[in-house]
C-alpha cells in the first residue's frame, strides 16, 4: 500500500472549516484513499473514502487532486469535539489481508 | 446496536503472567484485527483473522496469541513472552462489502 505523509500538528477556530491535507504520490489507480479520526483513548471512527471523485458525507468532504497524489480532508465547520488525530490511508481493497496501516496522522486542535 | 466489544477497559497484571483480552462483535463481519497503540504512536498490527478457524500474523505478532473459534470473538493473549506488552489495544472488524474497518473502544493494558 502506498505510504502517505501529514503535517504532525494543526489548529483550527471553532466554527471555520478544517482543511487537513495528505500527500499520497505513489499511490496506484485501484487504491482508495481514507480518513479515519481517533478521540483520545477511544478507538479510531471511519470518516469517508473515495478514488477518484470528491466525496461528502454528513461528517467531512473528501477532495482528491486530479492527479490523485494529494487529498484534503475538510470539516466544513469544526467543533471542539472534532479535536483528535486524524489519520489518512490509501490501500487497494482486498481479500487478502485487508488491513489498512495506520501512521501518526495529525493532531487537529479546535480552539474555542 | 450492532458493534464491537472490548473488555475490559483497563486491566493491571504482574510481570510474567498471561493475560487474555476480549473482543466481541455482533455486526456479521468476516474478518477481524488486533492493533496495538504505544503513546505518541501509531497503530500497529499483531493480528488478524479472515475467517473462522483461521488466522495470520501481523507486523508484531512475537509473544501474542490468538483463537478465532466463532465468528463473533477474537481474543488476545498476551504472553509472558512479550517484552513490553503495557499498550492500548484496539480490536477492529470489517466485511468485504463496506471494506472499512469498525473499531472497539480498547482495552489498556499496564503490567506491573
Known amino acids: 500500500d502506498a505510504k502517505t505523509t501529514q503535517p504532525t500538528s494543526m489548529d483550527c477556530a471553532e466554527g471555520r472549516a478544517a482543511n487537513l491535507p495528505c500527500n499520497h504520490s505513489?499511490?496506484?489507480?485501484?487504491?482508495?484513499v481514507y480518513w479515519y479520526r481517533q478521540i483520545h483513548s477511544q478507538g479510531p471512527q471511519y470518516i469517508i473514502h473515495?478514488?477518484?471523485n470528491n466525496e461528502t458525507n454528513e461528517m467531512a468532504s473528501l477532495i482528491i487532486t486530479e492527479d490523485r497524489k494529494s487529498s484534503t480532508l475538510i470539516l466544513p465547520h469544526a467543533t471542539l469535539r472534532d479535536t483528535a488525530v486524524y489519520y489518512c490511508?490509501?490501500?487497494?481493497?482486498?481479500?487478502?489481508?485487508?488491513?489498512?496501516?495506520f501512521g501518526t496522522g495529525t493532531s487537529l486542535t479546535v480552539i474555542p | 446496536d450492532g458493534g464491537i466489544t472490548q473488555s475490559p477497559k483497563y486491566l493491571f497484571r504482574k510481570e510474567g503472567q498471561n493475560v487474555t483480552l476480549s473482543c466481541e462483535q455482533n455486526?456479521?463481519?468476516?474478518?477481524m484485527y488486533w492493533y496495538r497503540q504505544d503513546p505518541g504512536q501509531g497503530l500497529r498490527l499483531i493480528y488478524y483473522?479472515?475467517?473462522?478457524?483461521?488466522?495470520q500474523k501481523g507486523d508484531i505478532a512475537e509473544g501474542y496469541s490468538v483463537s478465532r473459534e466463532k465468528k463473533e470473538s477474537f481474543p488476545l493473549t498476551v504472553t509472558s513472552a512479550q517484552k513490553n506488552p503495557t499498550a492500548f489495544y484496539l480490536c477492529?472488524?470489517?466485511?468485504?462489502?463496506?471494506?472499512?474497518?469498525?473499531f472497539g473502544s480498547g482495552t489498556r493494558l499496564t503490567v506491573v
Open positions: 477492529a472488524s470489517s466485511n468485504s462489502g463496506t471494506n472499512h474497518y469498525t
Open positions: 473515495g478514488l477518484k
Open positions: 505513489t499511490i496506484s489507480g485501484n487504491e482508495y
Open positions: 455486526l456479521n463481519h468476516d474478518a
Open positions: 483473522s479472515q475467517i473462522v478457524n483461521d488466522f
Open positions: 490511508i490509501v490501500r487497494a481493497p482486498s481479500n487478502t489481508g485487508n488491513q489498512f496501516y
